[in-house]
């Protein structure tokens, strides 16, 4: 798993979870106000609600929104704002 932040690699890791649990980390360090999680068909199928209960566990005043996808090729998206 590959994640990118503006299309630089930041972070290579073997499985989807750590690497996006990272790249919300990174996204709070800079204060994010909203994560938007685009869950795809090849993500593990919890990852849209772990992600936002590590989100609100870390910054309660983020605000999560996430949605399920049928897209193949990239298991996950998440833009920050």
Same mark, same amino acid.
């Given at each position: 798993?590959?994640?990118?932040?503006?299309?630089?690699?930041?972070?290579?890791?073997? =499985?989807?979870?750590?690497?996006?649990?990272?790249?919300?980390?990174?996204?709070?360090?800079?204060?994010?106000?909203?994560?938007?999680?685009?869950?795809?068909?090849?993500?593990?199928?919890?990852?849209? =609600?772990?992600?936002?209960?590590?989100?609100?566990?870390?910054?309660?005043?983020?605000?999560?929104?996430?949605?399920?996808?049928?897209?193949?090729?990239?298991?996950?998206?998440?833009?920050?704002?």
């Amino acid at each position: 798993m590959l994640g990118l932040i503006d299309g630089e690699v930041v972070h290579i890791g073997s =499985e989807v979870t750590p690497v996006a649990l990272d790249l919300a980390d990174r996204a709070l360090a800079v204060g994010a106000e909203l994560l938007t999680v685009i869950v795809g068909d090849d993500a593990p199928a919890d990852i849209g =609600e772990l992600l936002r209960a590590h989100v609100q566990q870390r910054a309660s005043l983020t605000e999560v929104v996430v949605y399920e996808s049928e897209q193949t090729g990239r298991p996950l998206v998440l833009g920050i704002e």
